[in-house]
C-alpha cells in the first residue's frame, strides 16, 4: 500500500517519473468525482427535496440600511419603510413557492403589480427586486448594484418608500431563502426625493428585468415568514465548493512535488512545464473559492 502510494504522489522510474495522479486516467477520475458530485446534488433535489438548502445573514434591517447607504451616495432621499409594501413583498415570496417558480410574472399570470394591488397599496410609480441564494447582505447590494435594471430601482429618484419580503421554504427541491424588495412612490405623494443627473427618471413603472439574490431571515415586525421546515439544511453550493477544492488542491499539492522532486534530480521532461500548471489551477482554485455567492436574472 505505501509502494502504491507513493506512485500516486511521487515521480520515479516505476511511474516514468511521473506522479499517477497526473496520468490521464487520475485526472479523468478526478473529472468524473467532480461531474458525479454536481449530478447527485441535482438528483438530492429531485429525490429529497429540503435536504438541501442555503443559509444566509441577511437581514431586512441591513438590506433597507445598505440600500439607502447606495442612494445617498448620490445624494437621493433615503426610501422609507412601509408595512404594507411589505405585506405586498411577502405575499410575491409566498406565491413564488406556493407555485414553484422564480420570475416577476407568475405561471397564473400574476404581476408584480397584483400584489401591490392585493394589500390595498395605491402607487404612481413602483418596482420589484428579487433575490435568492445570498449569504450575506454586502454580497446581495453588490450584485444588484452591478446590474443596471437592479441598480435602476434601488437608485431611481421617484421612489420614496419600500417594503421588503424574507421567506423561508422549498424553490425546486432546494431550501432557501426569498427576499422581494417592493419600491414605490405612492398615489398623490409630494416630490421629495432629489434628482442626479446619474440616475434615469422613466415616468413608466419600473420592473427589474432579472430576479435572482439570495437574502437572509430576520425580522422586521411581520415581514419574515418561515415556510420551510425547521433544522439546518447542507447547502449544495458548499458542498461543490469543498468537493471541488479538495481536488484541485490534491492536484495542485501532487504538481508542487512533482516539480519540487524534478528539479532537484534534473530529470528530463517532454511534457508542459509543471510550474504553469500549478499557476493555472492556483487561478481555478481562486475563482471556485471565491465566487459568485448567488445568481442574479
Do not use: C
Not at 198 to 209: F, G, L
Amino acid at each position: 500500500m505505501a509502494k502504491f502510494i507513493s506512485l500516486l504522489f511521487i515521480p520515479q522510474e516505476k511511474n516514468n517519473h511521473r506522479a499517477l495522479l497526473l496520468h490521464p486516467s487520475f485526472l479523468g477520475i478526478f473529472i468524473a468525482l467532480y461531474l458525479l458530485n454536481q449530478s447527485l446534488i441535482q438528483s438530492l433535489t429531485i429525490l429529497k427535496p429540503g435536504i438541501l438548502g442555503y443559509s444566509s445573514e441577511i437581514t431586512v434591517d441591513k438590506v433597507i440600511s445598505q440600500t439607502n447607504d447606495q442612494r445617498q451616495k448620490l445624494g437621493l432621499a433615503p426610501l422609507k419603510y412601509n408595512a404594507v409594501l411589505s405585506q405586498s413583498a411577502v405575499a410575491k415570496a409566498q406565491d413564488m413557492f406556493a407555485n414553484n417558480y422564480w420570475a416577476h410574472n407568475s405561471p397564473q399570470g400574476k404581476t408584480p403589480w397584483d400584489f401591490f394591488k392585493s394589500v390595498g397599496y395605491q402607487y404612481s410609480v413602483a418596482g420589484e427586486n428579487l433575490a435568492k441564494d445570498f449569504y450575506d447582505t454586502e454580497g446581495l447590494i453588490k450584485a444588484w448594484m452591478n446590474s443596471p435594471t437592479h441598480r435602476d430601482n434601488i437608485l431611481n429618484p421617484k421612489y420614496q418608500e419600500i417594503g421588503i419580503g424574507v421567506v423561508n421554504g422549498i424553490l425546486n427541491g432546494v431550501k432557501t431563502t426569498l427576499v422581494v424588495q417592493h419600491f414605490a412612490l405612492p398615489l398623490n405623494a409630494p416630490a421629495i426625493a432629489k434628482k442626479s443627473d446619474s440616475v434615469s427618471a422613466s415616468e413608466e413603472i419600473v420592473i427589474n428585468s432579472e430576479p435572482e439574490i439570495i437574502v437572509s431571515t430576520q425580522s422586521l415586525g411581520e415581514t419574515v415568514v418561515n415556510l420551510a421546515a425547521s433544522g439546518k439544511a447542507i447547502s449544495p453550493l458548499l458542498i461543490s465548493k469543498i468537493i471541488g477544492t479538495i481536488i484541485f488542491s490534491l492536484i495542485v499539492v501532487v504538481l508542487v512535488i512533482d516539480s519540487y522532486i524534478t528539479l532537484k534530480d534534473q530529470t528530463p521532461r517532454f511534457t508542459g512545464s509543471s510550474a504553469s500548471h500549478i499557476g493555472f489551477l492556483l487561478i481555478i482554485l481562486m475563482l471556485l473559492i471565491f465566487g459568485r455567492q448567488g445568481t442574479i436574472f
